[in-house]
C-alpha cells in the first residue's frame, strides 16, 4: 500500500466533498459528521460520479439511481436504497458490487489516504 496525503484538516476543515485524481482513480474526500471518509468517486452500478451524491447518517446515495452506501465500508444499504431501483434489482444477486473504500488518517496535520 502506498499514502497519498491529499489536503491539510485546515484546508477541509468544514462538512462537504472534495474530488482528488491520484494515478488514475478518482477519490472521493467526504468531511460528515466530524470524520473523514474517502471513496471512489465512481458508483459501481453505473459509473456515475458520486460527487454529487447525497451524505446522511455515515451513508452516500448515489445521485443516479439511487444505491446507497456506507461510508465505512462501502457495503450497500439496502434499508436505505431508492425504492425504485429497489424493483429494477435482484437483491439476492446485485448487479454492482460494493464501493471501494480507502482507509485514511490524519498525519501531521494531513488527511492521508492508502491507496
Ligand atoms: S449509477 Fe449510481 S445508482 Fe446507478
Do not use: W
Not at 484538516?9 to 488514475?24: A, L
Amino acid at each position: 500500500m502506498k499514502n497519498e496525503s491529499l489536503c491539510s484538516v485546515e484546508e477541509f476543515n468544514e462538512p462537504g466533498k472534495k474530488v482528488f485524481e491520484i494515478e488514475g482513480l478518482e477519490i472521493l474526500l467526504i468531511h460528515a459528521d466530524g470524520e473523514y471518509f474517502a471513496v471512489d468517486n465512481i458508483c459501481p452500478h453505473a459509473k456515475t460520479r458520486l460527487i454529487s451524491g447525497r451524505v446522511e447518517d455515515g451513508t452516500l446515495t448515489c445521485s443516479n439511481h439511487g444505491a446507497c452506501f456506507d461510508l465505512k465500508n462501502g457495503s450497500i444499504r439496502l434499508d436505505r436504497v431508492d425504492e425504485d431501483l429497489l424493483e429494477q434489482i435482484d437483491v439476492d444477486n446485485l448487479p454492482f458490487g460494493p464501493l471501494k473504500t480507502y482507509p485514511l488518517h490524519i498525519e501531521n496535520g494531513m488527511i492521508v489516504v492508502q491507496l
